[in-house]
């Protein structure tokens, strides 16, 4: 039972009235000196009890009726089936919106929202007769049609219902009723009632508007809110998580913030919160100054990372009766320090005139901790190679047929090569059997300046510079280069202004290499001194790195999709859950132009996930899928009813409230009743006054 | 009615408690209830009282007539008259209950200011037809005595000593009735003024000693207004008079079953009267004392011309 002006209850202590008045009653006795006393005190001793009881039930009967006039005001009411006030119209054509939302998931320690309004939606349906029509529509932030048409196969939505699972996505009602009202449209004759049933988040009802003129459009068409519980359950949820540096590297501390907001009545104390990355134990806790109700406070934790690739991050707090929002998670890209390797001869005299020198310095400029090492080629080995993020060739007259098959190697498994030729021995480069493997051959050395051309440009690394407001190609000339004819399959980076390509690039099995037509001289060209040379080198670094997995962040529902190096096309895809033990499979790697593509369809559970290709190690993408925010605020609103095209008054005894029922007002019965204890107290005191 | 009119108008001014403390006052209303009871009385209600018949003896010349037998004069036709055992005067004894209980009056006077009015009254009647008068005012004990006397000029010393009295101490008439059975063994009148509230058996016991020496006894059951009608509302505390109990309740709770206890206990006494073949009087004090005292000898008289 509820009251829907409970105010009015504080009037309560008026119940204590007749007590008071019976004690001033009693108070000042008129004093009187009596002869015939033993008289007085037979008849006292014979009707003491009685007295005493009588005046018993005098009291109880008009605190009784003090209390009943007290709660007749404060408007009672008790909650009952929606329906069960009166049997629905038939025919009917009728469809049941049922909120999935992740704060249906909020319980009162017994059962959820969600059950309660899937039962309240049951019953519901129990009074469909056989002529009526019935369809479903979930409701989370968009429309989700089950049974999209109002159907007369009732059991059809019957089944639905029973299998209806909750959602961790936010609420919006609107696009469910729009759909909803728009079916019922369609449908044939009879009265049509768009059923809600919803835990009338706020956040729910903020299209309230737009589903006010909704249903004005439909004036034909009724709309029956069932509000699933009384009111949200007090909830504390983490609502922000991040991590500084945002590329963490491996063994470095980062520091982790992780906002707590407090959405209970109350102040809360000594909430704990802790850290984890991926499915470990924690690794740091720390337990919050007391949060005011409504207000937020933050947790700075630390997190180190033993191992590169794509990790996740899993904050949590002690779970609550939602505790959907108690747990939040962070795709994270640990990256190691980059290394570098610079193949070239060592040379006598001033090293600020070679090649390697301009190259390293550029490395320098844009790869902050990257460890740069210059080596000569002769001394190159495989595990040397495999240990670089990427190789820039200096010297190639250098490196003889050995050097280029470690350099073949190391490209075809995923390593990034870029090739620059050196002097007058660098032509055939590419036409030998060993360098075939490069995306082109040098030619002759041709003495002509040149300039690059600022149009054309589609490659990875030079497609952001087609702007030539903002990046001025043409200013960068050569005044000697090499003839470059690039091999099939090969794109070129830039060409000069005599459609010679500056350099050209292909994908080599897992890896890519580049090859450039020019010296990085600055007798060569000016290019190594223009502040450009950094970022075309940093260009390449970022070109060069073939692992381009992703992380990102969803929301509930959202698909995932990422592209993976096309030699893993048709690779089984495993998701693994920083919530769960094991990978799940959930496809395979699909073929995508040039590039194999994982896309992962309507991921609802929020949490931390990392995507495995088959048959490697390491994860190819993680994504996080967090909740809305606003979907932790479990306050509610007053749903809105709609009967005719207007809007009920609110409060008419029609809203659905509390344990999926509508509150029915006990006016009359409690007018019955006050006017029973009235009647009866005034029969009692008539019969013992006539008594006296 | 018109006797009990004018008695009723004169006693008002007099009755007050102060005034009834005065002998002067007391005196005055006995004096005004009497002459205004004998205004048109041709016989005292007290002549003619049970005297025993003794013997015949001739009529002579100047004997008075009442006392011919009528009988004997239609069998012989001679004339003879009825001569009695005793031919002396009357003697009233007058008890007057001055206990704790006599003391409560819901209106101005007490139940004792009553009592002591009708006594005076009844005193002066008597005293004013020659006839003699004894007073015995008592509680558990004697609290005062005046000895018989038919001097008229004594019914002073009457009043003077009646209104003096105050009420105190616990009732037992029952004492008072034997202690004038056992001190007058001469035929007598007790009329005795008490609210009775006592031990009803020794009441009829001590009523069985006077009438065992043929005394007449006469009942005035002395009863305030509200001890009949307990009119009370809203909270009271009742203190009792000659008992320590206290109570507090609310009076028309309790009206109809103290009425009833009341009632039968006036039911009682009436009956010990009846058995006894005394008088019982209620004396109502929301009455007049002219119109309690004028009924009962009105009565009285009616018995007598009916003998």
């Not at chain 1, 050569?478 to 350099?503: C, I, N, T």
């Not at chain 1, 529902?557 to 048709?570: M, T, Y």
């Not at chain 1, 040039?594 to 495995?612: A, H, L």
């Amino acid at each position: 039972m509820t009251f829907l002006a409970p105010w009015i209850l504080a009037a309560l202590p008026a119940v204590g009235v007749p007590v008071i008045i019976h004690l001033l009653n009693r108070g000042k006795p008129q004093p009187i000196r009596w002869a015939a006393m033993q008289f007085l005190l037979e008849s006292v001793h014979k009707n003491r009890r009685r007295l005493e009881l009588r005046d018993l039930i005098l009291l109880v009967l008009r605190a009784l009726v003090i209390l009943s006039l007290v709660l007749l005001f404060a408007r009672p009411a008790i909650w009952t089936l929606p329906g069960s006030s009166g049997l629905l119209p038939s025919p009917l054509s009728g469809m049941i919106v049922l909120d999935v939302s992740a704060s249906m998931a909020q319980s009162d320690g017994r059962r959820s929202r969600l059950e309660l309004a899937r039962d309240e939606a049951l019953k519901t349906l129990d009074q469909f007769s056989a002529d009526s029509l019935c369809g479903l529509i979930l409701a989370t932030d968009r429309a989700l049609p089950v049974v999209p048409r109002p159907s007369s196969n009732l059991e059809l939505v019957r089944d639905n219902l029973n299998a209806v699972r909750g959602t961790s996505s936010a609420t919006d009602l609107l696009p469910a009723l729009d759909r909803a009202f728009q079916e019922l449209d369609r449908s044939p004759g009879g009265k049509k009632i768009v059923f809600l049933y919803t835990d009338s988040q706020e956040s729910a009802w903020r299209e309230r508007p737009a589903i006010r003129d909704l249903a004005g459009k439909h004036p034909g068409t009724a709309l029956r809110s069932i509000q699933i519980g009384k009111a949200g359950e007090p909830n504390t949820a983490i609502t922000g998580l991040s991590i500084q540096p945002s590329a963490p590297t491996v063994g470095e501390p980062a520091k982790v913030r992780i906002d707590v907001s407090n959405y209970t009545e109350k102040t809360i104390d000594g909430l704990r919160v802790t850290l984890a990355a991926n499915r470990n134990k924690p690794q740091d806790e720390t337990t919050l100054p007391p949060i005011p109700a409504g207000k937020s406070a933050s947790a700075n934790l630390k997190i180190t990372f033993d191992a590169p690739g794509l990790q996740t991050l899993r904050a949590e707090i002690p779970q609550d009766l939602f505790p959907t929002d108690n747990l939040r998670s962070l795709a994270v890209r640990v990256g190691v320090p980059p290394k570098f390797l610079i193949l070239a001869e060592s040379r006598m005299g001033d090293h600020r005139t070679t090649p390697a020198y301009f190259v390293q310095t550029a490395l320098d400029a844009t790869q902050r901790g990257a460890e740069v090492r210059v080596l000569p080629p002769a001394q190159l080995t495989l595990a040397d190679a495999q240990a670089a993020s990427a190789i820039f060739v200096c010297s190639p007259a250098a490196s003889g047929d050995a050097q280029w098959t470690i350099l073949e190697k190391y490209v075809r498994g995923g390593g990034g090569v870029v090739v620059f030729p050196e002097g007058q021995s660098s032509a055939a480069l590419g036409a030998t059997p060993s360098t075939q493997w490069l995306p082109g051959t040098l030619g002759q050395r041709l003495a002509q300046p040149a300039s690059w051309v600022q149009s054309g440009l589609q490659h990875p690394v030079t497609a952001s510079w087609a702007d030539a407001n903002r990046t001025r190609l043409t200013n960068i000339s050569a005044d000697v280069r090499f003839e470059l004819s690039p091999h099939q399959g090969a794109s070129s980076l830039v060409k000069y202004s005599d459609d010679v390509p500056v350099a050209v690039s292909s994908e080599v099995g897992a890896g890519k290499v580049v090859l450039f037509g020019i010296e990085p001289v600055p007798n060569a060209t000016k290019l190594v001194l223009h502040p450009f040379f950094p970022i075309l080198v940093g260009g390449l670094v970022n070109y060069l790195a073939v692992e381009r997995a992703t992380t990102s962040t969803l929301r509930p529902g959202d698909s995932f999709s990422a592209s993976v190096p096309p030699a893993l096309i048709g690779s089984k895809v495993f998701l693994e859950s920083d919530r769960a033990d094991g990978r799940a499979e959930v496809g395979i790697v699909a073929a995508a132009e040039t590039e194999g593509r994982i896309k992962i369809p309507s991921i609802d559970n929020p949490g931390g996930y990392r995507v495995f290709v088959e048959g490697r190690e390491e994860s190819v993408a993680a994504f996080a899928v967090v909740l809305d925010s606003t979907e932790s605020v479990l306050t509610t609103a007053e749903p809105l009813e709609i009967e005719a095209g207007k809007e009920a008054a609110t409060g008419a005894g029609h809203t659905a409230v509390a344990g999926a029922k509508v509150p029915r007002e006990l006016w009359t019965i409690f007018s019955i009743l006050l006017l029973l204890l009235c009647v009866a107290e005034l029969a009692i005191a008539h019969r013992f006054t006539t008594a006296r | 009615m018109k006797l009990h009119a004018v008695a009723k108008e004169r006693e008002q001014p007099l009755f007050d408690p102060e005034a009834l403390a005065r002998a002067e006052s007391l005196g005055l209303m006995a004096r005004s209830i009497v002459e205004g009871y004998r205004v048109g009385a041709h016989r005292s209600p007290f002549q003619g009282f049970a005297l025993e018949f003794a013997q015949h003896r001739e009529y002579t010349a100047g004997d008075d007539l009442r006392h011919l037998d009528w009988k004997v004069l239609g069998k012989t036709d001679r004339y003879f008259l009825k001569q009695y055992e005793q031919d002396t005067n009357l003697v009233a004894w007058l008890l007057l209950d001055a206990s704790e209980s006599m003391d409560y009056g819901s209106a101005k006077i007490t139940k004792l200011h009553y009592a002591k009015a009708c006594a005076a009254t009844l005193a002066h009647a008597i005293l004013l037809q020659k006839d003699a008068v004894g007073l015995e005012v008592f509680d558990v004990g004697i609290r005062d005595q005046i000895e018989r006397t038919d001097n008229q000029g004594k019914i002073h010393e009457i009043l003077r000593r009646l209104a003096v009295i105050e009420a105190s101490g616990k009732t037992d008439v029952a004492a008072a009735m034997e202690r004038v059975a056992l001190a007058f063994r001469r035929r007598g009148i007790a009329v005795v003024f008490s609210d009775f509230f006592e031990d009803e058996d020794r009441l009829e016991h001590g009523i069985q000693r006077l009438r065992f020496l043929r005394h007449e006894v006469i009942l005035f059951h002395v009863l305030d207004h509200q001890e009949i009608a307990f009119e009370f509302r809203g909270s009271c505390r009742f203190k009792g008079l000659e008992t320590a109990s206290s109570i507090q309740l609310a009076p028309e709770d309790y009206r109809k079953d103290y009425l009833r206890a009341i009632g039968e206990f006036q039911a009682r006494i009436r009956r010990i009267a009846e058995r006894n073949a005394c008088h019982y009087v209620l004396a109502d004090t929301s009455h007049p004392v002219a119109e309690v005292l004028g009924g009962y000898l009105s009565l009285r008289l009616r018995m007598g011309r009916s003998r």
